[in-house]
């Protein structure tokens, strides 16, 4: 009973998805809906896969200084894997959740010098955080204050003086006198003086413009002139004047008025005041952030002095009343029951048959991922469905609540995570597995289509020597032909470790290719290259065809292509007779030269007419294919007799002259 009831300020687990780790919250406040049902204001935790690879490398530097300074013990590669699954960072962040996905509660700490690490890996449910993360700046400040010890904040105290020696300190430049108990005034006299002060300071006020308004009233002018800044003023006078009343009296009443002493509590307005009691109510008793967000035109001595002059009046006194009504109004606990449905990412349940629920599609032999165990009374399917990978009771429930693996990966992880501080470093075996070249990347292409971001896989020795190892199983060039097969990437792996210790040491026989010089490549690259024609400088060719002034007697056959002859009739490129300063293929090349951007010939546009289309229809498929392949080549085509027109009389469209009808 006592394990499902959940008070407030209680840490507890939140799902909001079957396949991934719980959430870590803090219950703040427990409302009751309309409709009946019991909501959770919730503090938000993160842990370090949900923040970026440059903050994991922020928190690691600041985890080895913690490390460093308390003198923590030397923990194992897979102490220090799992101690990261137990570090949280806490936020500012607030959201509400259904109480219904309440599955656990957890113990959340503060990580103090004391704290052994090791420690936190032997409870259950135990996390801790050092560092604060701010979901919106995406920064990571620490949440505990700076310890200041040093000669800059104690002072140092010297040795006691020996009886009768006189002290020959300058007692003037140490501090500054502003009371003297022993002073000739009797305390009545004192008493006497400190009236005539508070009602100097209300006749003041009644003469001030601005303090009119603000207190119309004058029992409100008298209870502000009596407060301490009045005082504090007062006895500042007879100090100044050795205690003199008549003086001091002078001094409070100078040439031009009273002396008006106000504090922080006047000098704020009521806007601003309602603006201060905003922010107290969202940010606590954060100051900075108060006079950043809210009051930036106030000092930060200004917003501390009127808190602590507000809490002294009725308002402060009206709100602590109203807030413990709510209080008492508000859920203090609820009973949430145990969570019973069975997940959807069961494989298999216990007592069912092979095939049952989703178990069809897995591969037999398939070992956990994290314990690489054979045996369990129940498995889950985890990571990408198509790289069929699976855990085990416990290490599903070790997902679950702290968000990772009890082992680093074997093949792609264990290898990095010594090796690159990175991003990577961090990565869980299901995002390493994703990056694995010997398995498929269907799931991955999709991800990352959408955040459009560079990416680059890189193999690790480890992984080189399995393809090595294993070629049996891999069958590279068998994979290369059939890239969208899938590769059981698990029994690569296993495989790979049984035969690593048990492979030759000796260095593998590589053939050296000697490489031709760099004259040589070049002298080969300039024979082998194509040579471009260089087209005479002549009328522009019309574009478009209703331009032509005249009517083209030998159209080209193929557009794009320049070819000889066609028909027995010579056809020239273009329609234009090759000049001097063109070559054709059959010209041997001697050598190149390069041709500057201003020397470069004009642009040919090439536009099949209406005739060289039907031109086309006349040549066969192998003709055309052949022309094609080889444009260089002639072709000849057999052009049909032209049909016979009937001899009309052209009329003219029209003319000058006068048309007259006849009757």
């Given amino acids: 009973m006592a394990a499902n009831m959940y008070r407030v300020g209680d840490y507890v687990y939140f799902e909001n998805s079957s396949s991934n780790p719980y959430l870590i919250r803090r219950i703040e406040e427990l409302n009751k809906t309309a409709n009946g049902n019991v909501e959770a204001k919730v503090v938000c935790l993160f842990r370090r896969r949900d923040i970026s690879g440059n903050l994991n490398t922020l928190a690691d530097s600041n985890a080895r200084e913690f490390e460093e300074e308390s003198k923590q013990p030397s923990l194992s590669e897979q102490q220090k894997h799992q101690l990261k699954h137990r570090e949280l960072f806490l936020s500012r962040q607030f959201e509400s959740l259904p109480a219904t996905h309440i599955r656990g509660k957890c113990n959340v700490t503060l990580l103090n010098e004391t704290d052994v690490l090791a420690g936190y890996l032997e409870k259950e449910d135990c996390f801790f955080y050092s560092l604060v993360f701010d979901p919106v700046q995406k920064t990571l400040l620490a949440d505990q204050g700076e310890i200041r010890v040093g000669s800059k904040y104690q002072a140092e105290i010297p040795d006691k003086l020996a009886e009768g020696e006189l002290d020959t300190r300058v007692q003037e430049k140490m501090e500054t006198k502003v009371w003297d108990p022993n002073n000739q005034l009797k305390d009545a006299q004192i008493d006497q003086f400190l009236v005539v002060a508070r009602a100097v300071g209300t006749f003041a006020r009644a003469l ?91 000092s930060l001595a200004s917003v501390v002095q009127f808190y602590y002059m507000w809490k002294t009046t009725d308002r402060y006194i009206q709100q602590k009343r109203l807030k413990a009504a709510e209080a008492d109004s508000k859920l203090k606990q609820v009973y949430i029951p145990t969570y019973t449905k069975p997940n959807p990412n069961q494989i298999m349940m216990p007592g069912s048959k092979p095939g049952l629920n989703g178990a069809a599609g897995f591969q037999k032999g398939l070992s956990c991922e994290s314990c690489h165990t054979a045996q369990s009374p129940q498995w889950y399917a985890w990571g990408p469905p198509n790289m069929q990978c699976r855990l085990c009771a416990s290490c599903w429930i070790y997902w679950k609540k702290y968000g990772g693996l009890k082992t680093p990966t074997q093949l792609e992880g264990a290898a990095r995570a010594g090796s690159e501080p990175g991003p990577r470093a961090h990565m869980t075996r299901q995002e390493v597995q994703g990056m694995s070249p010997f398995t498929r990347n269907e799931g991955r292409a999709k991800l990352l289509a959408k955040n459009r971001q560079t990416f680059i896989l890189q193999t690790t020795k480890l992984t080189r020597v399995a393809r090595r190892v294993c070629e049996d199983i891999l069958q590279p060039r068998r994979a290369a032909r059939r890239p969208y097969a899938s590769i059981n990437a698990n029994a690569v792996k296993a495989e790979c470790m049984i035969r690593l210790p048990k492979a030759t040491k000796s260095p593998l026989k590589s053939k050296v290719i000697p490489r031709q010089s760099l004259a040589t490549i070049v002298k080969d690259l300039a024979i082998s290259a194509p040579l471009k024609l260089k087209a005479s400088r002549g009328p522009p060719t019309p574009i478009n065809r209703n331009q032509a002034s005249q009517p083209r007697v030998a159209q080209s056959l193929l557009g794009k292509r320049g070819f000889d002859v066609a028909a027995g009739v010579p056809y020239p490129a273009n329609g234009r007779p090759y000049t001097s300063g063109m070559r054709t293929t059959s010209q041997s090349v001697i050598k190149r030269q390069k041709v500057s951007q201003g020397e470069a010939p004009n642009p040919v546009v090439f536009v099949a007419t209406k005739d060289t289309r039907a031109l086309r229809k006349h040549l066969t498929q192998s003709e055309m294919r052949r022309a094609a392949r080889k444009p260089h080549l002639m072709v000849r085509i057999k052009l049909p007799p032209p049909p016979r027109s009937l001899a009309m009389p052209l009329l003219p469209s029209s003319t000058s002259e006068p048309i007259v009808l006849e009757d």
């Fill in 208 to 298: 001030d413009c601005s303090s009119s308004i603000r207190q119309p009233s004058l029992h409100m002018s008298a209870a502000a002139a009596s407060r301490d800044i009045t005082l504090f003023h007062a006895m500042d006078t007879l100090q100044k004047n050795n205690y003199d009343l008549a003086k001091a009296m002078s001094t409070l009443v100078p040439q031009g008025g009273p002396v008006l002493c106000r504090d922080e509590m006047e000098e704020w307005s009521a806007s601003e005041a309602m603006l201060f009691e905003e922010a107290l109510e969202k940010y606590g008793k954060d100051f900075n952030d108060i006079r950043q967000d809210f009051l930036p035109w106030k």
